[in-house]
């Protein structure tokens, strides 16, 4: 059982900061990209920012330059640091990991339950 625990969400005004961390956890052979997702309300869930293994990034266009994302192996841990925070920027986070259970397993994406953050004065 893979399961992925998201935490740091919350109520911000404008301007302002928040982190995100997302840990893995299970019996995990190796994770390969990891990454954060948002769905605002009416919206679809759209690609916020991606890590690679080996710490090769990459961002929406809309978030550049404000937040940044960083992993830690050791801990089977990403971050989303989130500066300049627009009211915009309000949905639920996701956080997403694609990995393999066993050398002799496919591939397969995993999601978390997700965390809001609101954006508000």
């Known amino acids: 059982q893979v399961q992925l625990a998201e935490s740091g969400g919350g109520l911000v005004q404008p301007g302002g900061s928040l982190r995100l961390s997302c840990a893995a956890s299970?019996?995990?052979?190796?994770?390969?990209?990891m990454g954060w997702y948002r769905q605002a309300p009416g919206k679809q869930r759209e690609l916020v920012a991606t890590i690679t293994k080996g710490g090769s990034t990459n961002y929406a266009d809309s978030v550049k330059g404000r937040f940044a994302i960083s992993r830690d192996n050791t801990k089977n841990t990403i971050y989303l640091q989130m500066n300049s925070l627009e009211p915009e920027d309000t949905a639920v986070y996701y956080c997403?990991?694609?990995?393999?259970?066993?050398?002799?397993?496919?591939?397969?994406?995993?999601w978390g339950q997700g965390t809001q953050v609101t954006v508000s004065s």
């Open positions: 997403n990991a694609d990995l393999q259970l066993s050398p002799f397993r496919l591939r397969k994406d995993y």
């Open positions: 299970g019996n995990i052979f190796t994770i390969y990209d």
